[in-house]
Nanobody, 122 residues
Framework: QVQLVESGGGLVQAGESLRLSCDASGSILSIDAMAWYRQAPGKQRELVAKLISGGSTNYADSVKGRFTISRDNAKNTAYLQMNSLKPEDTAVYYC????????????????WGQGTQVTVSS
C-alpha cells in the first residue's frame, strides 16, 4: 500500500510564497519520479513541475523562474517552492509519483495525492 499526502496549501496575497510538501509512504521500493500538477476550476489538470530520478526537471512555462521542485530522497518527500505567486496560480495542487512498490519486481505505478488548495488573492 502506497500513499501520497500533500500539505502546505493556503491563502496568500499576490507576490507571496508558499511551499508545498508531498510525503510518500508505504511499501516503497523506489521512486522513479515525482511531480506536481494543478487544476483550477473549470480547467483541465496541468503539469506544473516534474523531477525525475537522476535530477532532471521540467516546468510549465507559466511557472519557470518562480517555482522550484525538489526532493528529499531520505524522506521520500517532494517539495514545491512557489515564489512570486499570482492570482492565476490559484488551483488545487496534486502530487503525483511513479513508484515501484516492494511487491513489484519490474513495474512502477502512478500514484496521486488528495490535493491541497492554493488560493492567491490580488
Amino acid at each position: 500500500q502506497v500513499q501520497l499526502v500533500e500539505s502546505g496549501g493556503g491563502l496568500v496575497q499576490a507576490g507571496e510564497s508558499l511551499r508545498l510538501s508531498c510525503d510518500a509512504s508505504g511499501s516503497i521500493l523506489s521512486i522513479d519520479a515525482m511531480a506536481w500538477y494543478r487544476q483550477a476550476p473549470g480547467k483541465q489538470r496541468e503539469l506544473v513541475a516534474k523531477l525525475i530520478s537522476g535530477g532532471s526537471t521540467n516546468y510549465a512555462d507559466s511557472v519557470k523562474g518562480r517555482f522550484t521542485i525538489s526532493r528529499d530522497n531520505a524522506k521520500n518527500t517532494a517539495y514545491l517552492q512557489m515564489n512570486s505567486l499570482k492570482p492565476e496560480d490559484t488551483a488545487v495542487y496534486y502530487c503525483n509519483a511513479l513508484i515501484r512498490p516492494i511487491t513489484s519486481r519490474v513495474l512502477s505505478y502512478s500514484y496521486w495525492g488528495q490535493g491541497t488548495q492554493v488560493t492567491v488573492s490580488s
